[in-house]
Nanobody, 117 residues
Framework: QVQLVESGGGSVQAGGSLSLSCAASGYFFYSYCMGWFRQAPGKEREGVAHIDSDGSTTYADSVKGRFTISKDNAKNTLYLQMNSLKPEDTAMYYC???????????WGQGTQVTVSS
């Protein structure tokens, strides 16, 4: 049974940093593609950053240069380092996993990030 558990959310002032973690279990972590998504109240869920099984990464334009996605295969953990945070980054952040040839089908419960101006 696949389980994804996020942690590290919280409240920070604009310009600050937060680091999110996602502990994964129940599947071959190193072979899956993973990503971070976010959803703000009244808005659709959007992809923030993705990392393939080979470690290659992609980012939404809105977070390029500020966020960094990484993973530790030995710890079965996905990370999102968020720097220079802006109020518009406020959202519930979710980690997700997928077999790389398929769509995302495993989701965590989410962790709240709030950035005040």
């Amino acid at each position: 049974q696949v389980q994804l558990v996020e942690s590290g959310g919280g409240s920070v002032q604009a310009g600050g940093s937060l680091s999110l973690s996602c502990a994964a279990s129940g599947y071959f972590f190193y072979s899956y593609c993973m990503g971070w998504f976010r959803q703000a109240p009244g808005k659709e869920r959007e992809g923030v950053a993705h990392i393939d099984s080979d470690g290659s990464t992609t980012y939404a334009d809105s977070v390029k240069g500020r966020f960094t996605i990484s993973k530790d295969n030995a710890k079965n953990t996905l990370y999102l380092q968020m720097n220079s945070l802006k109020p518009e980054d406020t959202a519930m952040y979710y980690c997700a996993a997928r077999y790389c040839s398929l769509g995302y089908n495993y989701w965590g419960q989410g962790t709240q990030v709030t950035v005040s101006s």
